[in-house]
């Protein structure tokens, strides 16, 4: 069962972040959209290589009044040590983002299978918001793979803005 369609207003999203901010969806402001990305964590090799791409596409999203995040239920240490060692300076990390705040999101949240992994963590999602924080595109998924590609995205925001483009799926 989905919490929320496109059009309609996204669940409350205030996150604390390794810069030493709250990152509170109601008060981002973006010119067009937040760009919200939920990621596994440190332990996986996947977000690793996707948020590193982002790290240099974040001027790219910036430039079409996108504001970008990306959040994990990792703990504050992991979250710096993401920073640290994956080379991700340029991406506003979240941590700590709750277990039942994923489920109001429809996140999928796994289980750890080995000691790499948490107790309990969400799998990947991505979340195209607009200013009046309602949803305009999400993609959600069950594993670390089949993410949308972040240079597609940037066509895609291209293409909505140039076009004017409705957020679809409400229905």
Request: aromatic share 10%; charged share 30%; proline share 6%.
């Amino acid at each position: 069962m989905k919490n929320f369609k496109p059009r309609q207003k996204v669940p409350a999203l205030n996150i604390k972040t390794v810069n030493g901010t709250n990152w509170n969806i109601e008060e981002s402001n973006p010119e067009n959209f937040n760009l919200i990305i939920f990621y596994r964590g440190l332990h996986c090799p996947v977000c690793k290589t996707y948020l590193q791409e982002l790290n240099t596409l974040i001027k790219d999203y910036e430039e079409r009044g996108v504001n970008v995040i990306a959040i994990s239920s990792n703990t504050k240490e992991l979250a710096e040590k993401t920073v640290e060692s994956w080379d991700v300076d340029n991406v506003t990390i979240g941590y700590d983002f709750p277990i039942e705040e994923a489920r109001k999101w429809d996140l999928y949240v796994s289980e750890g299978i080995n000691d790499k992994e948490p107790a309990e963590f969400v799998e990947p999602a991505i979340f195209l918001v607009r200013p009046d924080q309602t949803l305009y595109a999400s993609s959600v998924q069950t594993m670390p793979f089949a993410r949308p590609k972040l240079k597609e995205l940037l066509k895609s925001i291209d293409f909505v803005l140039d076009k004017d483009y409705p957020a679809r799926g409400e229905a």
